[in-house]
């Protein structure tokens, strides 16, 4: 075959490639969160094995999983499920990593071995194929369909910076500290708030001194979730940076010792990096995923009520 031939007919296939994909190729990308230990690894993990047992189960026996599911995909002509078969697509060049599935199956599935899974701090994203046939006659002659479930698990704690992302860095901070003189929190933060009464409207610009700010504030909110329980904390990354780690433009703290800083103090230096951090998580995850969901599932944690808590 001439080189023009190999050309022509390679473009054939990848317009009829394409034009099928655009005809029978569907996809979804589902969000699934919540807060720490909420159980959104354990309900993805559930979620994608009863998928897979219902699309061909152990060695094409098809299984009993979600009666409901399975009801809406009983075909009405009375041929069975429209549900052929149910795989997991290759990761191919997913750019973010991919949701061990198989490695955190068997770790649950070790009886009384077995371990609850890590938390969360990072996304992770699976995609399972499910092939559906067509229910009508006609749809039929345009071939099976495709629906592509991308699944996103991603750290809840995240969730908390959306509204933070509208305000200025003075407002964030007034409503902070309200939180912070309030019980439970004030025992939790007393030694934060102790170092700011320390500290000058006019301070220069400091690495330590945010940096040591950063930490006092960081472990006020960490003892805020370990020994009450409380759950809006704000910056979220603080509790869960994720893969970056913690970041230099993350060393802040709310403080509203110096309501109009000049370039230079510290101060100005604080509010930079507020502003520097809101652009960072809007960028790296709001604007690059979040804006991206089909739908989103929130888990939540049902503990005891506790009338310090919020």
């Not at 979804?28 to 993990?45: E, H, M, N, P, Y």
């Not at 991603?154 to 003189?181: I, V």
């Not at 220069?204 to 504030?217: D, I, N």
Request: proline letters at 6%; charged letters at 25%; aromatic letters at 10%.
């Amino acid at each position: 075959m001439t080189t023009f031939g190999i050309t022509l007919r390679d473009g054939l296939h990848a317009t009829r490639d394409a034009a099928n994909a655009a005809m029978n190729v569907r996809t979804q990308r589902i969000a699934v969160t919540g807060l720490s230990r909420a159980g959104k690894t354990v309900f993805l993990v559930s979620m994608i094995s009863n998928l897979l047992a219902l699309g061909h189960g152990v060695a094409g026996t098809r299984r009993h999983t979600l009666p409901k599911l399975a009801e809406l995909l009983e075909d009405k002509g009375g041929e069975g499920s429209r549900l052929l078969d149910v795989e997991i697509e290759n990761s191919g060049t997913q750019d973010f990593p991919l949701f061990d599935y198989e490695g955190l199956r068997d770790q649950l599935a070790r009886g009384a071995a077995a371990t609850w899974p890590p938390v969360t701090d990072r996304p992770a994203m699976i995609t399972l194929r499910l092939k559906l046939r067509r229910s009508s006659r006609l749809g039929q002659f345009a071939g099976d369909r495709v629906l592509r479930l991308e699944l996103l698990d991603y750290p809840g704690e995240w969730l908390m910076d959306l509204p933070l992302l509208e305000q200025s860095y003075e407002t964030w901070s007034a409503e902070a500290l309200a939180d912070l003189s309030q019980k439970p929190r004030s025992s939790f933060a007393a030694e934060f708030l102790a170092f700011l009464r320390t500290l000058q409207a006019a301070a220069p610009a400091s690495e330590k001194t945010a940096l040591h700010g950063f930490r006092l504030y960081k472990d006020a909110l960490l003892r805020s979730r370990q020994e009450a329980g409380l759950r809006w904390l704000q910056p979220g990354r603080f509790l869960m940076p994720g893969p970056d780690g913690e970041i230099p433009l993350m060393h802040f703290f709310p403080w509203t010792g110096a309501p109009s800083p000049v370039r230079g103090t510290l101060g100005a230096q604080l509010r930079d990096r507020f502003e520097a951090y809101k652009k960072w998580a809007r960028a790296s995850f709001f604007e690059k995923h979040f804006s991206h969901f089909t739908r989103q599932i929130v888990l939540g944690r049902v503990d005891k009520p506790d009338p310090q808590s919020d």
